[in-house]
Each structure stands twice: as structure tokens, then as C-alpha cells.
């Protein structure tokens, strides 16, 4: 009787295995535009044209092409690195979704006794409270000179948040910002906001916080030296802790925020890796205030991470971007001693069609686009003033989407304002253009 009931429980398991294999399989494929673009064919001898060789596939054509990333990344998407490729610029292209998909299946799998061990931690934590991440962050902060932010360029829901603290930072006298996307080739404070200030500030959020940071008047600071010849990490952070040292020399009052990438702002060394936070403090016996934005959050940066997200948010309720606390003090709940504090985002959710985050805190509200033609693919709103005095292929949307949402409408997330409309096929060609204004 024993191994019967044993024959049993092993043969459940295997077909719950089994279900949860066959559900990835259909759950990985991409469906309706996304699927369009991943099986949209790469003969030279149609429309499409293959990359030159050494450019970047979002420079093909004229200006920056938002769909040519995804011909190519859909149909290579074997290695970690891959799909993290692929996720990094369906993100860019307004498909937060997807790319969160593609960014949690880059991860490799852990044993089955790790993930055993997740829940079994989960349940013995204790109580936790949950504080409000922007009331915390703000009052630590105010007695701050230098304060560190990361982000995962495939999970641009941290950059959304980054974005809403802007204003509140400038308020607390910070008036210098470093983003690690912005190119040293340009003076990014004179500079209109195109493709010229960095591959990824053609991402739309990040876009925005850039024109938000001149809005308010920050000065900002580019990543990196353009000549640099040996362009590894170590050089590159050394190089920007150097330049953020300097500034601090020269303006003994300067109060500086940064937003860099992962583990670049961690506190101390890691392996043969020093990052900038590091090389910072040592430079400046300043102890930089650092904020990891991409562990506890849909994706995280790691499976494990990944998992304990996932279960977290099962327990316990999280409506808003928050900070762990036990006894009114900040907790890793990773255990991560490389940051001074992790925030835990809420789940992200689904709304028309996408991200539910995009509303930027409300500063933001969906607007709803008829199709205007039976090739439509894809929607791009632009702001009016930047198309009078640039040249639109080299220009930055303030949101775009292939997405429709059930009623067949294309839902763009907006301010208040004027806006150009761009309306295209799947081979990105412009099949017309209206103008927009936003109440």
C-alpha cells in the first residue's frame, strides 16, 4: 500500500510538472502584434533591410527604428543575453509586459531545494512593516550631498518611479543629476532630446526624464569619457566617481543624484568589480545615500530574486512603491548589504492593454487613439514644439505602442499638451500624422 501511494504521489508530481512545462510553452509565445513581429521575415529582397554591419539595429534607416530591434532580437533569443536584448527594447517600444516575460526567463533555474527554501524563509520572516518609499527616501535624503539610484534597463518600471522623485529631489536642493545613458559626445544640457544624447535615452521614460530634469533645471552630467580606449567597468566608474568628485570639489555646496545601472552604485567591491558608488566614497570620504530599485520588483535582477518576488507579493498586499521595515528599521529581505536600503515595487499590472505604471504617478493619463488605417501597426505621439525644430526620425516619443486595447483602440500614455501623431505599418513606414491635444 505504501508504494502504491508513493507510485501515486510521484506520478501527480510529474503530471503538475508536466502542466507547468506545457503551460510555459504556450505562455512564451508571443501573441497577436508581437507574434507579427517575430515571424515578420528578414528577406532582403522585401522591404525590410538588413543592418549594416557595426550599427546598432535601432539606427537602421534614417533615425531611430523602433521595430527593427524586434525583426531581429524575436528570432535570437537562445542565451540569457538574448532575451534580456529582446526584453531591453520591447520595453523601449512600449510592450512592458512582454519584456518583463523575456527578462524573468533569461534567469537559469535553481535546484528544486532552493525554492523550497524561499517559501520556508517567507514563512519564519516575522512581521514587516511597509513605509511609504518616497516619504522615506525624501527625509533621508535631506541631509544627503550625494544619493545613488538604480535601475534594470529591461524592467523600466524603476525608471518610472526615478522619474515621479525628480521634482521632490530639486525641491531638497540637488541641482546636479548623472544618468548613466547620457553620451559624453554631447553637451546633454544644450542638447535637444533626439537619439544624440544616448542609445537609451530613446526609451520614452527615459526621454522624459530628461526634459522633466531641464524643466526643473538641473545640470546634467553624461556617463563615461569619449576617450576612454579601455571602456570596461572598472575604467568607466572609476572615470565617472572621478568627475562627481571633482564637481564636489568645485562646488562645495553641490548636492548630486545619480541613477546608474545594477550594482554600479553598490558600497563596496564585488569580485574584481569596484563600482562607482564604491570609488565615490573613497574619493570623497562622502557616504553616498544608495537605493536599489531592482531586486524586489516584478523580474528582479536574478531567479532567485525573481521567485521571492513572486511569493512575497502573495502574503503580503503592496499597493505602492515601499521600504521593508522591522521595528521602524529598513530590512533587506535579500540580505543584500551592498545598498543602504531596497525598495519593493507593486506588482505590475495590466491597464488597456499595458503597463499599469505609465500613468508616471498621474502625471500621465491613457488617451485613447482610433485606428486611422487598415495597415496600422504601430502609434507614436511626439511633442508638438520638438517636431517644429527637429527632424522627426532622430526624435524621442513621448510614448509609443503596437498594443490595442479590447475595444481596438491604442490607449498612449500622455501629459497635458500638444502632440504630433505618427501613425505605421508593420515595415514602419508613415502612413499618416494628425495632431493631438491633451487636456
Known amino acids: 500500500m505504501h508504494q502504491i501511494h508513493s507510485i501515486c504521489i510521484m506520478k501527480k508530481s510529474w503530471l503538475v510538472l508536466l502542466f507547468l512545462f ?11 502584434p508581437a507574434l507579427k513581429l517575430k515571424e515578420y521575415s528578414l528577406d532582403t529582397a522585401s522591404s525590410y533591410k538588413l543592418n549594416p554591419a557595426g550599427l546598432p539595429a535601432l539606427y537602421a534607416g534614417e533615425g531611430l527604428h523602433y521595430l527593427q530591434p524586434l525583426y531581429e532580437y524575436f528570432k535570437q533569443t537562445t542565451s540569457a543575453s538574448d532575451k534580456n536584448r529582446l526584453a531591453r527594447h520591447l520595453a523601449m517600444a512600449g510592450d512592458h509586459l512582454l519584456a518583463n516575460y523575456y527578462l524573468e526567463h533569461s534567469y537559469d533555474s535553481m535546484m528544486a531545494i532552493a525554492y523550497e527554501d524561499v517559501k520556508k524563509y517567507l514563512d519564519t520572516m516575522g512581521k514587516l512593516q511597509l513605509m ?3 516619504a522615506y527616501i525624501l527625509q533621508q535624503a535631506a541631509n ?10 529591461a524592467q523600466l518600471q524603476q525608471r518610472a518611479h526615478f522619474y515621479t522623485l525628480l521634482e521632490d529631489f530639486y525641491k531638497l536642493g540637488f541641482r546636479y543629476l548623472s544618468l548613466y545613458w547620457l553620451s559624453p559626445l554631447v553637451n546633454p544640457n544644450t542638447a535637444p532630446v533626439t537619439k544624440f544624447l544616448g542609445y537609451q535615452v530613446a526609451d520614452p521614460i527615459a526621454a522624459e526624464i530628461v526634459r522633466k530634469a531641464k524643466q526643473l533645471g538641473f545640470t546634467l552630467i553624461a556617463y563615461g569619457d569619449s576617450s576612454i580606449t579601455r571602456k570596461t567597468g572598472n575604467v568607466q566608474d572609476a572615470v565617472q566617481a572621478s568627475r562627481l568628485a571633482a564637481l564636489l570639489q568645485q562646488d562645495t555646496a553641490a548636492k548630486i543624484l545619480v541613477l546608474d545601472e545594477q550594482a554600479h552604485i553598490a558600497e563596496r567591491p564585488i569580485g574584481n568589480f569596484t563600482p562607482l558608488g564604491t570609488v565615490l566614497h573613497r574619493l570623497t570620504g562622502i557616504d553616498p545615500f544608495t537605493i536599489d530599485q531592482t531586486e524586489l520588483c516584478n523580474g528582479s535582477s536574478f531567479e532567485y530574486g525573481r521567485y521571492f518576488y513572486q511569493e512575497l507579493v502573495k502574503r503580503i498586499p503592496v499597493e505602492k512603491v515601499t521600504v521593508v521595515t522591522r521595528g521602524k528599521q529598513p530590512v533587506s529581505l535579500l540580505e543584500n548589504d551592498l545598498y543602504d536600503v531596497q525598495l519593493l515595487f507593486p506588482p505590475m499590472k495590466e491597464k488597456s492593454g499595458r503597463a499599469d505604471w505609465l500613468t508616471l504617478s498621474g502625471s500621465r493619463k491613457p488617451v485613447a487613439v482610433q485606428p486611422a488605417h487598415r495597415n496600422l501597426f504601430l502609434v507614436q505621439a511626439y511633442y508638438k514644439d520638438e517636431t517644429f525644430r527637429n527632424l522627426l526620425p532622430n526624435l524621442i516619443p513621448a510614448d509609443q505602442t503596437y498594443l490595442t486595447d479590447r475595444d481596438g483602440y491604442y490607449r498612449l500614455y500622455l501629459q497635458p499638451g500638444k502632440y504630433t501623431l505618427i501613425f505605421r505599418d508593420i515595415h514602419y513606414g508613415v502612413l499618416t500624422e494628425r495632431e493631438l491635444e491633451v487636456q
Open 132 to 134: 511609504d518609499a518616497s
Open 22 to 32: 506545457l503551460h510555459e510553452l504556450v505562455e512564451a509565445q508571443p501573441a497577436g
Open 144 to 153: 544627503e550631498r550625494i544619493v545613488l539610484f538604480n535601475e534594470n534597463a
